[in-house]
């Protein structure tokens, strides 16, 4: 690697907020997150977005695609179907691979992935696979301190059934990863795009994996979302693009605010190493359960379109002109989560200050991934000139930003509720407006005033996102 991994003490870098109940507390509060089918109970490891953290998200998602294809004139979008041909995922590995050690209690019943085990979590996938390794470890339910059955392997893959006979022949995967899609489609897109290697596919969407012990609210979960790019590239170029791609995916979480302290990188060790995989290593964030992968930047050699050209018959070869030669490209993987990423800003975002004796707390987004861009505000609610005019700005400023109006409480908590929800200004209306035509912009950060005429509002707000997206 060219950016050595630093090696970094956890308990030394704090990390944005000490427990995650108040990031779980504050996302079902303001509407970012709820459990799924909750009035039912909820499902385990399902979680619905609410309406900030579907704009949240989606703006992660924008903000992803912007970096990875809209800059970039060597990489194209995909959006290929959850639902593949069965056979992708026999050639894939996954179906004789995709799998994580589990064991049982004999009294509890309850199930655990062997490496979440306490005093197991360093454990190699060999060594968590063990069969003697329960006996080795002394390892016990963590719940009643019971006995657990040696691992075993457990298929990581939801199935369904296809058509309207539910035999094995009916039998389909919800896909665990999106790469496949972006595999098998590899010379549709290489012709259809006339792309010349070193080139890149990308793809943002939903991927599902049985997790035997899913948890910390959205970090793992059972459905979630995948931002995935794959680069083509010559095999003798594969560890160069390889070391090209590390940096350039840790600055763009920094670039979104993600404070650089809490991003590491780690290298897996061999004995790791996904089944595809011939070097991989993690964008970690040191979330307030421990340092955790973020995504995976992971060079998978020829494995996927091999063993796709062997099980298909159809030639996935790539044609160099310059050099004259036909060779079978190697992949570069960026795999990101959307819903991992959302986590993290919103995490890192999290600030608790006092001001004026009061705490303020306060999501300090990115502009560009604030739900919200900008709140229309009225001083006085029962003028009904003051909020004929914060309606007509409003509808002006939705034209371009996501905006909102407010007009439940005083002044003060409203500024305290955009500041809860990240939204980075707040246009108030008072009684001068009427008179002077202006109105007062506040910053969420510095809290500072600007007094602007009205017809220039929305040029400023975009002015101020434009200079954030670039500055
Ligand atoms: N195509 C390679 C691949 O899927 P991965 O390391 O298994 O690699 C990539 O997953 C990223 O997908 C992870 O870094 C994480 O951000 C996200 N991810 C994986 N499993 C997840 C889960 N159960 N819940 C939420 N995000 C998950």
Redesign the pocket.
Known sequence: MTDTPTIVDPDVVAPAVAGLDTIVSLAKRRGFVFPSSEIYGGIN?VWDYGPLGVELKNNVKRAWWRAMVQERDDIVGLDAGILMHPQVWVTSGHVAEFSDPLVECGTCKRRYRVDDLPGAEDLSPAEASDPGVIERLGLQCPNDGGPLTPPRRFNLMLKTFLGPVEDEAAVVYLR????QGIYVNFRNVRETSRKKIPFGIAQIGK?F?N?IS?GNF?????E???M?MQFFVRPDNATAQFEEWLPRRRAWYERYGVSPERLRFREHRPDEL?H?AKK?V?VEYRFPFGWK????I?NRGDWDLSRHQEASGENLEYFDPATEEHFIPWIV?T???A???AFTFLIDAYREEEVRGETRVVLAFHPQLAPYKVAVLPLLKKRAEIVDLCHRILADLKRDVMAVYDDTAAIGKLYRRQDEIGTPWCVTVDVDSLEDGAVTVRDRDSMTQDRIPIEGIKRAILDRLEAARTG
């Open positions: 490891a665990p990863e999106t790469a991927a994996r997790e899913p959205v970090f793992r979960m059972r979630f979302e995948q995935e996904a595809y991989a993690d992968e973020l995504e995976g992971h993987e795999s990101a989560g819903d991992r990423a």
